[in-house]
């Protein structure tokens, strides 16, 4: 992990954002809104460890890397087009959630600041951000002496220039609301930065979008406590979890027809290509979606055309005819399933919201102890 003040200059296709200080705001503050965009902070890990990622993760038996390598720019934006395919509802299920239930949320919520793991475009907060203002609002707060605090937001994100665009589009919808984003993988991040947006009130976290499925279930339970220790005493933590469902439906949500998750996955190898040296043909792979009933999880891979030899990160990479790399996996789990994976991370289920097909649920969990 880079250190923010001694950043030696961007990834390849990551912002510059040599500039970040992490004691400082330079677009928004407590006082109130600035025109510039909110602060990043960058955190993203450095080149060294990224190829250290990526010998281990080929040097597995199935060969699969962490699912963050999915998000650099072009994965960003072709992940924003998979939301939008007819197969793929799970976007459109949890931002009506969001909508419909936001008031009741931010009351269970509370005051705080909102910190969301893997924030994307940051469209589903908006809701939040609207109901906790209102909470906060002097008409339903009239005692002048002690008005509740007004949100404030942090975004964390690996994809640099996909979490400054994100950022500064939700800071024009929401001037008032102070904002800082986090370039880093949030799996590996010993504590947020020292901030003064992070300084006072608890802190709220937001992980929406199912993506604690993309860890198998030892590491998304340690995942949940790390999300526990970054968030404090006294932390929340909101989390939508995709709920099992017919297999068709999956391996289609997953395997959409015009092709985008396909060639989501075949990006990885570009980016691999482009960052550590490869020389993959990504048309040499195929795409495949399928569920594992017996894991409760759909495993998205490329699986080898023939056999082949590929360079990358310094080093030489053989795949057999139909070897697979694992691209990602998304687990899905019962609400009852979910709540016994996070009791041992320490958190316990406060309430929960679902839609009216039971296909999602989001969960607000609060410390145990
Ligand atoms: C499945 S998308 C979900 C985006 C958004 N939260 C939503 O619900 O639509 C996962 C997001 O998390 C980010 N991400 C994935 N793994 C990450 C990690 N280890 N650390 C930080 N960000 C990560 C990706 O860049 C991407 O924006």
Redesign the pocket.
Known sequence: MKDPETVPGPLPGALDLGSCDAGSLNGSSRDGPSLAGPEVIDLHPAPADMERLVIEGLSREPKQL???F??DDE??RL?ELI?EQPEYS??RT?TALLEREAPAIAAALGQGVLV?????????VGPLLDAMARQAAPATHPSPSAPPEQPAYVA????AS??QEACDRLQRRHPQVPMLGIC?????LEALPSHPLLNGQAHLGF?????LG?FEPSAAQELLAQFRRLLGPGGKLLI?IDQPKSRERLEAAYNDQAGVSAAFARNLLNRLNRDLAGDFNPQAFRYRARWQAAESRIEMALVSDGPQRVQLAGQSWTFASGEALITETSAKYTAEAFLALAAPAGWQGAARWSDPDHDLCLHLLVQAD
Request: proline share 5%.
């Open positions: 962490p699912a963050w999915l998000y994965g960003s992940f939301c799970l976007t949890e969301e793991f893997g924030a994307g475009s940051a469209r589903k964390l994100d690996i994809s996909h979490l880093c993988d949030y799996s590996q992980f929406p979008g199912s993506s993309n939508g």
